[in-house]
């Protein structure tokens, strides 16, 4: 009989399916809950054009100081490619002494690095999280704003319930896109089941498009994850699905029901949207990102000003991802001043970790 022995597609379809949604459901509680973990004493990022971020190309930021904090990181739990462990050594070696781990829509990561058992960090480990928020009738390009969930409680079973929820509006897309692409003459379906099979599948991962781009350069479809976006992935492209999920006001109140700051991520726009940041603030937005590490030196101060006429507390980070530089490169680029961070750490009533710093600074 012709084909006797092959899978059947539909059938392969629905074990990538399962694959993927038992991927993104929740990862094991931890047996104490708390939004930063203390200490005792090949990668980079990429950045495709959206609604909440624009490219900046004035005067670059030159850092006065290496920076001691990172307030915007990813991992391999979202859509990063290093591990959380790798990823805490490597920003330590750089320098960093407060890190946020702020995987789009899960907190797998840092419920790894906190769980019993783990030894000591080297640095302090703020628990966050970055959500998409739909924001379709905000008059945005994209159609989403990016907000930040800042010194999250892990142990959140209602806001753990709601990124799981997100994680699943994921695996729906995810599987729409990789299909669409199958269509289009582009099937990944080999490279996704090779990202399962690695750490891409541990439980409570949390799947994007980005891990669709890097399946894309896997199989020889693109020459670049950037590529993969703009050709392929993007709003406008012949892969593209829309998102699905929470609202930005509903966004804001998860994060802050489980005990976090939330912020408004890389908005580089918050100037000429101020009307509608002061709308975001008004619901419950307590800070916004100024010391985005790929803002210039006009669009750091214009959003500086936003936060300051607004009562914003400032966040600030290299939103590291891993595609085009090492994570000491990314750092070298990032300037997030002292101040920032200490605002942000008394925000989060972490007074502790911020004695501790001055001290060390002393």
Known sequence: MPGYGRPNPDEERRRRDQLLRKAAQGDQRPAAAGGVRGTGADGGSFRYVSGSYRASLGDPVVPAYPSRFDLHTHSRRSDGILEPADLVAQAAAAGVRVLALTDHDTLAGARELCAPGVPPLPLELIAGVEINSLARDMALPDGELHILGLGVDTGDDLFEATLQRQRDYRVTRFTRITDRLRVLGYPVDEQVDQYLASSGGVPGASMGRPQIARCLVAAGFASSVEDAMQRLLIRGKPAFVPREGLGPAEAISAIRGA??????????????????????????????????????????????????????????????????????????????????????????GRGRVARSLEASAS
Do not use: W
């Open 259 to 348: 005990g976090g700051l939330p912020s408004l991520a890389h908005f580089s726009e918050a100037d000429a949207r101020f009307d509608l940041v002061k709308e975001l603030a008004a619901i419950g937005l307590g800070g916004i990102e100024v010391n985005y590490r790929h803002f210039d030196v006009q669009t750091t101060e214009s959003v500086k000003a936003v936060a300051r006429d607004l009562r914003l507390v400032p966040t600030g980070g290299s939103d590291y991802h891993g595609d085009t530089e090492t994570y000491a490169q990314a750092h070298s680029t990032l300037f997030v001043p002292d101040e920032v961070g200490m605002d942000l750490l008394s925000a989060l």
